[in-house]
């Protein structure tokens, strides 16, 4: 099955600065979603887009997606030292209505102090 | 705390042994995933169950057994795994409907056999 593929696949920038995390896939999809994962642990779960959006934000999170381009974006501003951790994008081929996310390779971000 | 728990956090088996992985969540979710994290890989979809029904078998091996009793429950029986089968297994949940808000990830089972 089709896979999201994250690029940067590692991302290392200075504390304040902003961080942008792609993701490319190649089938129609339902929604697009970004998840986060501190090392070791479960995902959690931070945005979902649907097919028909162009641009969402939830405080600090700005996606955007384009779904000519097949293609999405993960803006996260003013970064943080708290969001190093691992992003993926997750599109969802559910068919039938049913749910099934398929994901990428992720990008690990690390905010230096 | 997410609303998915996963037991047990980490597990140490021998390739003869059988043990099972359990998940539970109580969010009234409809939906049950087992996904496996290689090093390096991207998660693999192991399991889907809707409604305590089995949706799909992502080409798994049989020495992986799945089990959904009902809908707030899901166990992966595990018997005679390769090293290879090291890996942290995470459990999810979800309305199940395409569109809905997410998916609720437990905080996954570090496996390692040895």
């Known amino acids: 099955s089709q896979q999201g593929e994250e690029d940067p696949q590692a991302l290392s920038i200075q504390e304040g600065e902003n961080a942008t995390m792609n993701c490319s896939y190649k089938?129609?999809?339902?929604?697009l979603q970004w998840y986060r994962q501190n090392s070791g642990r479960g995902l959690v779960h931070l945005i979902l887009?649907?097919?028909?959006?162009r641009e969402k934000h939830s405080g600090r999170l700005r996606v955007t997606l384009d779904t000519s381009k097949k293609s999405s974006s993960l803006l996260i501003t003013a970064s943080r030292a708290a969001d190093t951790a691992s992003y993926f994008c997750?599109?969802?081929?559910?068919?039938?209505?049913?749910?099934?996310?398929?994901f990428g390779q992720g990008t690990r971000l690390t905010i230096n102090p | 705390e997410t609303g998915v728990t996963q037991t047990p956090r980490h597990l140490v088996m021998g390739m003869t042994n059988k043990k099972s992985l359990k998940c539970e969540q109580h969010?009234?979710?409809?939906?049950m995933y087992w996904y496996k994290q290689s090093a390096k890989k991207p998660l693999e979809l192991m399991f889907v169950?809707?409604?305590?029904?089995?949706?799909e078998n992502n080409s798994v091996p049989s020495r992986f057994s799945p089990e959904c009793p009902n809908s707030s429950h899901l166990f992966l029986h595990l018997h005679t795994l390769q090293p290879e089968d090291s890996a942290l297994y995470l459990c999810?949940?979800?309305?199940?409907?395409?569109?809905?808000?997410?998916?609720?990830f437990g905080s996954g089972t570090r496996l390692t056999v040895v």
């Open positions: 999810a949940s979800s309305s199940g409907r395409v569109g809905s808000y997410g998916y609720t």
């Open positions: 089938t129609s999809i339902n929604n």
């Open positions: 887009i649907r097919s028909n959006e």
């Open positions: 997750a599109t969802d081929e559910g068919v039938q209505g049913a749910q099934k996310l398929v």
């Open positions: 969010l009234g979710h409809n939906a």
């Open positions: 169950y809707n409604f305590k029904e089995q949706t």
